[in-house]
C-alpha cells in the first residue's frame, strides 16, 4: 500500500509539474505574441499570470499593464482589491521598482544630518528642479535625518555646470542648499576638480529615474515626485 501511494504522490507530482511548465509556456508563448503590438522598440521584460480576473502583468520597464489570456486586449490602470481597497498595481510596482538601498554609490553624494541621523533617504534632484527645491523646504523643518543627495543633471543644459561647482565647492551640502533655498550660486569650480556627474547619469537611467525628485528610502521603496512634510514622516515612521 506504501509503494501504491509513493506512486500516485509521484504521478501528481508530475502531472503538477507538466501544468506548471505549460503556463510558463504559455506566458512565454504570450510575451511573443503581444511584444510587436505595443510598437516598435518596445520590450517587454515579463509575462505573468495574476491571481485576478483572468488577467496578465505585462511588464515595460517599472510600467505595468495588463492583457488577456490572447493579447488581444490592453488594459491600463490600476486594480484595486474591493475587500481591502489595496491598490494591488500599486504594490507590484513598488516591488519592481524596489533597490537595495546599500548599493547606492554614497561618495557620489551630497550628505547632510541633521538631529541624530537616525532615518536614511536618498533623492535625486536636478538643481533647476523647481519641486525639488520645494522639498528642500520640506527637508529644512525635519530633524532626525540623514540625507544622500544624488544631483542628476537631466533637465537643462547648464544643470551639469551648476552640479560641478556645487560639488567643487568646499562645503558640497552648505552650496547645495544656500543654491536650492536662497538662490545663491557656488563659485565656478576649478579646472583642475572633477565632479561625479556623468556616473550619476548613468546610475540614474539604470534605475529608470525620469523626473526629479525621486526619494529612495531605507527599506528599498522610492517615491518620485515632491511630497510634504506630513507624508514623508509618515512614510519614514512605516519603515521598520
Same mark, same amino acid.
Given at each position: 500500500?506504501?509503494?501504491?501511494?509513493?506512486?500516485?504522490?509521484?504521478?501528481?507530482?508530475?502531472?503538477?509539474?507538466?501544468?506548471?511548465?505549460?503556463?510558463?509556456?504559455?506566458?512565454?508563448?504570450?510575451?511573443?505574441?503581444?511584444?510587436?503590438?505595443?510598437?516598435?522598440?518596445?520590450?517587454?521584460?515579463?509575462?505573468?499570470?495574476?491571481?485576478?480576473?483572468?488577467?496578465?502583468?505585462?511588464?515595460?520597464?517599472?510600467?505595468?499593464?495588463?492583457?488577456?489570456?490572447?493579447?488581444?486586449?490592453?488594459?491600463?490602470?490600476?486594480?484595486?482589491?474591493?475587500?481591502?481597497?489595496?491598490?494591488?498595481?500599486?504594490?507590484?510596482?513598488?516591488?519592481?521598482?524596489?533597490?537595495?538601498?546599500?548599493?547606492?554609490?554614497?561618495?557620489?553624494?551630497?550628505?547632510?544630518?541633521?538631529?541624530?541621523?537616525?532615518?536614511?533617504?536618498?533623492?535625486?534632484?536636478?538643481?533647476?528642479?523647481?519641486? &525639488?527645491?520645494?522639498?528642500?523646504?520640506?527637508?529644512?523643518?525635519?530633524?532626525?535625518?540623514?540625507?544622500?543627495?544624488?544631483?542628476?543633471?537631466?533637465?537643462?543644459?547648464?544643470?551639469?555646470?551648476?552640479?560641478?561647482?556645487?560639488? &567643487?565647492?568646499?562645503?558640497?551640502?552648505?552650496?547645495?542648499?544656500?543654491?536650492?533655498?536662497?538662490?545663491?550660486?557656488?563659485?565656478?569650480?576649478?579646472?583642475?576638480?572633477?565632479?561625479?556627474?556623468?556616473?550619476?547619469?548613468?546610475?540614474?537611467?539604470?534605475?529608470?529615474?525620469?523626473?526629479?525628485?525621486?526619494?529612495?528610502?531605507?527599506?528599498?521603496?522610492?517615491?518620485?515626485?515632491?511630497?510634504?512634510?506630513?507624508?514623508?514622516?509618515?512614510?519614514?515612521?512605516?519603515?521598520?
Amino acid at each position: 500500500m506504501k509503494s501504491l501511494a509513493r506512486f500516485f504522490l509521484a504521478a501528481l507530482l508530475a502531472l503538477a509539474a507538466g501544468f506548471a511548465g505549460a503556463e510558463s509556456a504559455q506566458e512565454a508563448n504570450l510575451k511573443k505574441l503581444i511584444e510587436p503590438r505595443l510598437g516598435e522598440g518596445v520590450k517587454v521584460d515579463s509575462v505573468t499570470r495574476t491571481p485576478y480576473g483572468g488577467l496578465f502583468e505585462v511588464r515595460v520597464g517599472s510600467d505595468i499593464f495588463y492583457t488577456d489570456a490572447n493579447g488581444s486586449y490592453l488594459f491600463i490602470g490600476r486594480i484595486v482589491n474591493t475587500k481591502t481597497f489595496e491598490d494591488v498595481t500599486k504594490a507590484r510596482i513598488d516591488e519592481v521598482n524596489k533597490i537595495k538601498f546599500s548599493d547606492l554609490p554614497f561618495d557620489n553624494a551630497l550628505k547632510m544630518v541633521k538631529g541624530n541621523g537616525k532615518r536614511v533617504i536618498a533623492v535625486f534632484e536636478d538643481p533647476n528642479c523647481g519641486y &525639488c527645491k520645494k522639498f528642500r523646504q520640506t527637508l529644512a523643518e525635519m530633524n532626525d535625518i540623514t540625507v544622500y543627495t544624488f544631483m542628476y543633471n537631466i533637465l537643462a543644459e547648464d544643470s551639469a555646470v551648476k552640479s560641478r561647482n556645487i560639488w &567643487c565647492a568646499p562645503d558640497r551640502a552648505r552650496a547645495w542648499d544656500d543654491w536650492m533655498l536662497k538662490g545663491k550660486a557656488a563659485d565656478a569650480a576649478p579646472a583642475n576638480c572633477t565632479a561625479p556627474n556623468d556616473k550619476i547619469l548613468a546610475l540614474g537611467q539604470k534605475m529608470r529615474i525620469t523626473g526629479t525628485p525621486t526619494i529612495f528610502f531605507s527599506d528599498g521603496t522610492r517615491l518620485p515626485g515632491y511630497i510634504d512634510q506630513k507624508t514623508l514622516e509618515a512614510k519614514l515612521a512605516s519603515i521598520k
